[in-house]
């Protein structure tokens, strides 16, 4: 009996620190505290709703929020990385490719003010590729039905349609890529689309047959200028 | 002569024989007693051997893993594993998106100056851009890959694709 009492509490224990070793919202927003933000209400309802819909997880908000504590910035530009993030994340945004970026700049020891500006940039053209989409059609719970295969399109899959579509204009832009070859921006967004392995080729048939390469382009275009590219 | 006679005789033999040994019989145990530290081996050369024997297979690990770091050749045909050739640094790490871009050392150099990381094998299938930091400063990317993109301050990343299991990318 005493043998089965200690195995029952060294369960418990186990377990009590496995769920431990997972950071909750609550270790977000305790970070948020102690990095200093000024509006940590609107943080803390975007995150909390970031994590509701799964479009960031409590352990990557953490680490960013860390990393964001090592910066030597002023407050005020560390916390505008989260507070971009925490408005997308209010706007139903996919944010895994803010989030990469926040990380990437970080590493490279680019300025903050520069990371704003570069996750705003691509805030926008998400918010663009969203709309546009959403014009076709595409959002959640949409059922494509491509000969005998039926799709019913899920957030996760329509996140990362937004996301890879967005990520390849604003690499072709980037690159130096000809702002009125509409078909080649449409050819490398199509492109990105198929080479995701969790895009399933119906959708992204259907995108190609749904979105004309001048719609692609106008997106392209809307880019260059915000990023000042000729 | 019958068994059982034979046996009687034996005994009285061996009982006469006895009693006339009595008293070497009684120190035998002694004596025995006496000699063993003499017979016992010397403990000491057996630590030497063990000593000597654990030198050795520390030496054969060391000089293997230095041989295994310097003179291999890294496995830069796998598709698993990214390569990166820089003779002259003194240390090169992988950032990538699939390590929150937290900088990973690289394995090497080998002979020919190549740094080397094998990819984690729980990295799901995907588009991945990546970089390597020679030196704990400066930004390379890889030439190997096949496509690349312009980033913060037109820095160059690379791509690789991961394939599903089992499918080539």
């Known amino acids: ?35 200093g933000v000024s509006d940590l209400q609107t943080l803390q309802t975007a995150f909390a709703k970031g994590f509701a819909d799964k479009r ?14 090592q910066s030597a910035a002023p407050i005020s530009l560390r916390e505008g990385v989260l507070q971009i993030i925490g408005r997308a994340l209010l706007e139903e945004l996919p944010v895994t490719m803010l989030v990469d970026k926040a990380f990437e700049g970080l590493t490279k020891g680019i300025p903050l003010d520069v990371i704003n500006d570069d996750l705003l940039e691509r805030k926008t053209t998400l918010g663009e590729v969203k709309t546009l989409l959403a ?7 949409l059922t494509i039905r491509f000969g005998a295969v039926t799709l019913t399109l899920t957030l996760e899959v329509v996140d990362t349609t937004i996301t890879e579509a967005a990520g390849a204009l604003e690499d072709y832009v980037r690159g130096g890529g000809k702002l ?18 969790f895009i399933p080729q119906t959708l992204t048939s259907y995108i190609d047959q749904t ?5 692609w382009a106008q997106i392209a275009q809307n880019i260059a200028k915000r990023l000042k590219k000729p | 002569m019958h068994e059982h006679e034979w046996e009687s005789l034996v005994k009285e033999t061996l009982t006469r024989y006895a009693d006339a040994h009595r008293d070497r019989i009684a120190t ?5 007693v006496e000699e063993l530290p003499e017979r016992r081996p010397n ?39 990214l390569c990166l050739v820089y003779p002259h640094a003194q240390s090169v790490s992988v950032a990538a998106q699939f390590t929150l871009w937290e900088p990973v050392p690289m394995n090497g150099p080998d002979r020919s100056g190549v740094w080397w990381i094998r ?35 037109d820095k160059i990343n690379s791509v690789l694709y991961i394939a599903p299991r089992g499918e080539q990318p």
């Open chain 1, 1 to 35: 009996m005493k043998r089965l009492v200690s195995l029952l509490v060294l369960s418990i224990c186990v377990s009590w620190i496995g769920v431990e070793a997972q950071p909750t919202p609550e270790d977000v927003y305790k970070c948020f505290v102690e990095l």
């Open chain 1, 56 to 69: 960031i997880t409590p352990d990557t908000a953490l680490k960013l929020c860390q990393r964001l504590k």
């Open chain 1, 135 to 141: 014009s076709k059609g595409v959002t959640i719970g």
């Open chain 1, 180 to 197: 009125d070859d509409a078909n080649a921006i449409k050819s490398a967004v199509q492109l990105r689309l198929s080479r995701n392995p």
């Open chain 1, 211 to 215: 979105v004309s390469a001048a719609e």
């Open chain 2, 28 to 32: 035998l145990e002694y004596e025995i």
């Open chain 2, 43 to 81: 403990p000491h050369p057996r630590w030497g051997f063990a000593l000597a024997g654990a030198v050795a297979v520390a030496a054969i690990f060391v000089i293997g893993l230095w041989v295994g770091l310097h003179l291999s050749v890294a496995p830069c045909s796998d598709p698993d594993v």
């Open chain 2, 119 to 153: 990819l984690p094998q729980e990295i799901k299938p995907g588009r991945y851009e990546y970089g390597f930091i020679v030196d704990g400063t400066r930004w390379v990317y890889d030439p190997r890959a096949t496509e690349f993109v312009h980033t913060f301050d």
